[in-house]
């Protein structure tokens, strides 16, 4: 799995840190930053809870 965050899109409301602090965070202005963009299969429910969460339909996970 690869995530991204589209940080244009983004408007940092931080459910993807609440879902997954492992994969995501935030940079000093709010915007969600990808900490392990090829995260392992253990996180990959976490991470399509985030993409679920998101918003701002900002986060992709692809295969």
């Known amino acids: ?6 940080t244009e899109r983004c408007i940092g409301s931080g459910m993807c840190v609440y879902s997954s602090e492992e994969v995501f965070d935030q940079d000093d202005d709010g915007t969600s930053i990808v900490l392990r963009p ?3 299969a253990e996180l990959w429910d976490a991470v399509r809870r985030a993409v679920d969460r998101c ?3 900002a986060i992709k996970a692809t295969p």
């Open 1 to 6: 799995m690869k995530v991204t965050v589209d």
């Open 38 to 40: 090829e995260p392992p």
């Open 55 to 57: 918003p701002a339909s």
